[in-house]
C-alpha cells in the first residue's frame, strides 16, 4: 500500500513565525504536492515537484516557498506565517507509471496561525 | 481552464435508500477522472480512475461511471458507515499528473 506521512497532524503557530511542514511516501513516486483545504473552496494546489530538486508553482504560491533535496521527502515552508494561511495542508504523490495520475494523500496537517 | 462541479453540495440518504452523486466537468483534453471519499479531518482517500468515456468501476457499494460531459458515483444500499465527502477530481492531457478538484459532496447516511 502507498504511505504518505506528513510530520505533524496539528499544529499552532504565531503570526511571522517560519513554519515547516514536511512529507514523506515510501513508494518511490515521481510527483509530489502540496494542497490547501478550505471550506467552500476545495483543494488547492501550492505548489508540486516532478523530480528532485524540480518545483513547479500552482495555482496559490503566494506566501510559500517548498524544497525537494530527495526524492522521498517533500517539504512546505510558510517564510513567515500570517492568519490567513490557517488552514488543512495536504500533501500527495503519484506515479509517471502504472495508475497513471492517481494521487494518495497523507493524512493531512491543520495548521492554525494566531 | 478546467472546472469541476459536483452536486449536490450535501445529501442526506435513509440506510438502503439508493442514490447518486454528480461530476460535471470541462477540460481541454480529458486525461483521467478520480473519486475520492474523505472523513472529517482526515486525507483524501482514492476511491476510482476512469479514462475513457463509457468506463465502470465499482468497489462494494459504489460504481463510478463516466461520459464526456460527467461521471456520476452511484451508492446502492448505503449503510452509515458510507458517510463522507465525496470528492470528484479530473486531470489533463495539456497539463499531466496535476488535478483539478471539485468542492465535494457530503453525504450522510442515517438509521
Known amino acids: 500500500d502507498v504511505k504518505v506521512t506528513q510530520s505533524s497532524r496539528y499544529l499552532v503557530k504565531r503570526t511571522g513565525e517560519k513554519v515547516f511542514l514536511e512529507c514523506v511516501q515510501d513508494?518511490?513516486?515521481?510527483?509530489m504536492f502540496w494542497y490547501r483545504q478550505d471550506p467552500g473552496l476545495g483543494l488547492r494546489l501550492i505548489y508540486f515537484?516532478?523530480?528532485?530538486?524540480?518545483?513547479e508553482k500552482g495555482d496559490i504560491p503566494e506566501g510559500y516557498s517548498v524544497s525537494r533535496e530527495k526524492k522521498e521527502r517533500f517539504s512546505l515552508i510558510l517564510e513567515s506565517a500570517s492568519t490567513n494561511q490557517t488552514s488543512m495542508y495536504l500533501c500527495a504523490s503519484s506515479s509517471v507509471a502504472g495508475a497513471l495520475d492517481t494521487q494518495y494523500f497523507g493524512p493531512g496537517t491543520r495548521l492554525t496561525v494566531l | 481552464e478546467d472546472q469541476v462541479t459536483q452536486s449536490p453540495e450535501a445529501l442526506r440518504l435513509q440506510e438502503g435508500e439508493s442514490s447518486s452523486l454528480n461530476c460535471s466537468y470541462t477540460?481541454?483534453?480529458?486525461?483521467?477522472l478520480f473519486w475520492y471519499r474523505q472523513d472529517p479531518g482526515k486525507g483524501p482517500e482514492f476511491l476510482f480512475t476512469l479514462y475513457s468515456a463509457g468506463e465502470e468501476k465499482e468497489k462494494e457499494r459504489l460504481k463510478a461511471t463516466l461520459t464526456k460531459k460527467e461521471s456520476f458515483l452511484h451508492i446502492t444500499a448505503p449503510k452509515p458507515e458510507d458517510s463522507a465527502t465525496y470528492l470528484c477530481?479530473?486531470?489533463?492531457?495539456?497539463?499531466?499528473?496535476?488535478?483539478?478538484f471539485g468542492t465535494g459532496t457530503r453525504l450522510q447516511v442515517t438509521l
Open positions: 477530481a479530473v486531470s489533463n492531457t495539456g497539463t499531466a499528473s496535476k488535478l483539478t
Open positions: 477540460v481541454s483534453g480529458l486525461r483521467g
Open positions: 515537484s516532478y523530480d528532485v530538486k524540480m518545483k
Open positions: 513508494m518511490d513516486h515521481e510527483n
